[in-house]
């Protein structure tokens, strides 16, 4: 009992703790399980490393370096502020050079030719040369001028220098830094990926806990059998569309629990389109994968015993670029199923030879049922809509039929969802077809057609199917034989015939009843 609290964590260990552990490639027995916390600590000198050297927000590459911080490097600092402030450091030098000298108008300037150098006018040239900087240098003379005179001095040069290069000199202190840092990196690797592994499985674990937590999932019981019984399964994502519609899944059960030799139940799905049959059989696959995943499932509870296939055959699909129809698709996948599935597989399969001709496709089904049961011994989900196939469930013995119930009510059909032993006697297809949106004369005409096609199988006497087929030829021909401006009586007749009245909205009702009074008066 209890509700979802109260169900363990999924990777939970016998004492409540967090484990995870990885199996050799290959196979083989697990390496020995570590706890989370062990893997997650220890790495407090890489981690303080790496923050104090390393931007919040790095760029995607080293390329053009910014990711190292300031104040990590002192020489990259001051390659950052040469490279950014040069103008500014030169307006300080030259501060330096006139407060040295005692000359105010000394300036500090730059050309193609000279590259920096110190100017002043001609009446100072002899205090320049004369005068020797605190680190001992001197000015030296590089060029006069009608009214002035230019100067160079080893600061200035190497200054000079230390600008233009200090772009490409960060980057390099950067990149320097860089293989620092990844060479400490490389070095905790195996603890890191450890980390990793104990991240990853913390985080599944805790998804999957708060999944179970909300979507009231189940933890399921998972042995060696082959036993498959799910009482209240549900189809995860289904159910969260309906939710978020205000609406409520129908859950079903689902027993396919087989012996460990001899045949495993396989069940004859069958009902009305839109009824949920391919719903069941994807959420069954899904409950068993997730199951085998080691998570909890959609389900009141779950006993699954060891999958190790999962083989789907559900939907349409071509293939038109390899020469490959819908149905050579259907067939090529069956095809694959029925050559692979082992004993302990899981089957879904959803209406096999609907692609083809009526008796083509039921002989199709009809061969890969049993060979499902007598050969492949596997679970399986069959849904179909050719009822013939009930009548295997004398001769295979673990073949169990399905169907999905339906209600009429006043000529709608009102689908239930819930799964019940026993097979359907029909399709509704014709209802599903005015439901989509199709014309009501084609509405009524097919549901006329299907009459006609029923009362024959019951082995009724009846019109030849083809009477009025097609209907413009049989309108040409009567319309031949009668004075203009009159239809014939079969028109009416089969107009008529094509009507049902339950179908129709009163505004539809009056359209049709003008329609035939136009008819009668051959207007």
């Not at 209890?2 to 199996?23: E, L, Q, Y």
């Not at 060029?143 to 000079?160: H, K, N, P, V, Y």
Request: glycine share 10%; net charge negative.
């Amino acid at each position: 009992g209890g509700g979802p609290s109260a169900r363990p964590a999924p990777g939970a260990g016998s004492a409540g703790g967090a484990a995870w552990a990885v199996s050799p490639p290959g196979g083989g027995a697990p390496a020995p399980t570590h706890t989370a916390g062990a893997a997650l600590s220890g790495h407090e000198a890489l981690n303080e490393l790496l923050a104090a050297a390393l931007v919040e927000s790095p760029p995607l590459t080293s390329r053009e370096g910014g990711f190292v911080t300031e104040g990590y490097d002192a020489t990259l600092d001051e390659a950052r502020a040469l490279s950014r402030e040069g103008r500014g450091v030169i307006a300080r030098l030259q501060a330096d050079f006139a407060a040295e000298t005692g000359i105010e108008s000394l300036k500090v300037k730059h050309n193609n030719v000279l590259g920096f150098f110190v100017e002043t006018t001609a009446r100072h040239g002899e205090t320049m040369l004369a005068h020797e900087r605190p680190d001992g240098s001197r000015f030296v003379h590089r060029q006069t001028m009608a009214s002035a005179m230019r100067f160079g001095t080893a600061a200035l040069s190497d200054i000079e220098s230390r600008i233009v290069n200090a772009g490409a000199r960060a980057l390099e202190i950067e990149n320097t830094v860089f293989d620092r840092l990844l060479a400490a990196v490389l070095e905790a690797h195996p603890a890191i990926a450890d980390a990793a592994r104990a991240l990853a499985a913390l985080d599944v674990a805790a998804s999957a806990a708060a999944l179970a937590a909300e979507a009231d999932w189940t933890l399921p019981r998972i042995d060696a059998s082959r036993a498959f019984t799910i009482e209240g399964g549900r189809h995860p994502v289904v159910e969260q569309a309906l939710r978020r519609q205000g609406a409520s899944f129908v859950p079903n059960d689902a027993e396919l629990s087989a012996a460990p030799d001899g045949p495993a139940p396989i069940w004859l799905v069958t009902g009305p389109n839109m009824a949920g049959k391919s719903t069941f059989l994807r959420q069954n696959a899904l409950i068993a994968i997730l199951a085998q995943a080691g998570l909890f499932v959609p389900a009141r509870s779950a006993h699954i015993g060891i999958v190790d296939q999962v083989f789907s055959r559900v939907g349409a699909a071509d293939d038109l670029a390899a020469g490959r129809s819908t149905f050579m698709v259907e067939m090529v996948e069956t095809a694959a199923i029925l050559n692979q599935a082992g004993p302990r597989a899981l089957v879904i399969l959803d209406e096999i030879g609907r692609g083809t001709a009526t008796w083509d496709g039921l002989s199709i089904a009809w061969a890969t049922l049993e060979h499902l049961h007598d050969a492949n011994r596997c679970r399986g989900l069959f849904a179909t809509h050719y009822h013939e196939l009930t009548a295997l469930t004398s001769r295979l013995s673990a073949l169990r039929p399905a169907t999905v119930a339906v209600r009429e009510w006043e000529g709608e059909v009102v689908f239930l969802h819930e799964l019940r032993p026993g097979a359907a006697d029909r399709s509704y297809g014709v209802q599903v077809a005015r439901l989509a949106g199709l014309p009501p004369a084609v509405v009524g005409r097919a549901k006329a057609v299907l009459e006609k096609l029923e009362a024959a199988e019951r082995g009724d006497r009846v019109p030849d199917l083809l009477d009025g087929l097609p209907l413009f030829q049989q309108a040409a021909a009567e319309a031949t034989a009668m004075p203009a401006g009159k239809p014939a009586e079969s028109d009416l007749a089969e107009r008529l015939a094509g009507i049902v009245p339950d179908l129709l909205s009163p505004r539809e009702a009056l359209e049709v009843l003008y329609e035939l009074k136009g008819m009668a008066s051959g207007d």
